[in-house]
């Protein structure tokens, strides 16, 4: 059984360039979720895809958006990078609905904006 | 807005100690609390989820327990091992959907 997969692994990027991160979710999970961790902080909910919409947004700017597709993986999309946008990026997976709401994270894209 | 705190920031305790993570939060109407360990550049292993109508869970070593109506979980680590160094990050889902609010965890480093 496959868990959250997260691609690519490290990123570097120059500042106003755009990047794309990918997630595929654990078997059997419908629900994306993305967050951005920066060094030395606990992560920060960007936003949640379900069945190919967006269905919450932390606060991120719009520069921040995302995708799903009908296979339920996601992609992240970043305009315009800021050095600040330097951080890990974590993928979430879980099951829409279900009552204990575990999620299951991914190993994370590490992106560097220089 | 929920916020979530984690005391100590870091923590270096000799190999076999027992120990105690806290991590407190502000809104008490939550869903579950689930404790997380991260070791250095990686992602999140979830290590226990307790339900906000229980009071506590269990897995090997380790014994989180939940007291939602004064905002407070603990996180119980029995015989500490060099095995266990690495962030621990507790977190809570409010709200309708499975969002989750992180503390900026708590690095626990066991030395031998």
């Known amino acids: 059984d496959a868990g959250v997969t997260q691609s690519p692994t490290h990123l570097i990027k120059t500042r106003g360039q755009q990047v794309t991160l990918r997630c595929s979710p654990k078997?059997?999970?419908?629900?994306v979720s993305w967050y951005q961790q920066a060094l030395g902080q606990g992560p920060q909910f960007i936003f949640q895809?379900?069945?190919?919409?967006?269905?919450q947004r932390g606060n991120f700017p719009d520069r921040f958006s995302g995708h799903q597709f009908p296979n339920y993986s996601s992609e992240l999309n970043v305009n315009a990078l800021l050095l600040g946008d330097s951080a890990l990026y974590l993928c979430?997976?879980?099951?829409?609905?279900?009552?204990?709401?575990?999620?299951?994270f991914g190993p994370g894209t590490r992106l560097t904006v220089t | 807005k929920q916020e979530v705190t984690q005391i100590p920031a870091a923590l270096s305790v000799p190999e076999g100690e027992n120990l105690v993570l806290n991590c407190s939060f502000t809104?008490?109407?939550?869903?579950?609390l689930q404790w997380f360990r991260q070791d250095p550049g990686k992602g999140l292993t979830s290590l226990l989820l307790?339900?906000?109508?229980?009071r506590e869970q269990t897995s090997g070593r380790l014994n989180a327990s939940l007291d939602k109506s004064s905002g407070r979980s603990t996180l119980y680590i029995a015989a500490s091992q060099p095995g266990d160094s690495a962030t621990y990050l507790c977190?809570?889902?409010?709200?309708?959907?499975?969002?989750?609010?992180f503390g900026t965890g708590t690095r626990l480093q066991v030395t031998l």
């Open positions: 979430a997976s879980s099951s829409w609905g279900t009552a204990n709401y575990e999620q299951y």
């Open positions: 078997s059997g999970h419908d629900t």
């Open positions: 895809y379900y069945e190919e919409e967006e269905r």
């Open positions: 809104d008490s109407a939550i869903y579950n």
């Open positions: 307790i339900q906000s109508s229980q």
């Open positions: 977190a809570v889902t409010t709200g309708t959907a499975s969002k989750l609010t």
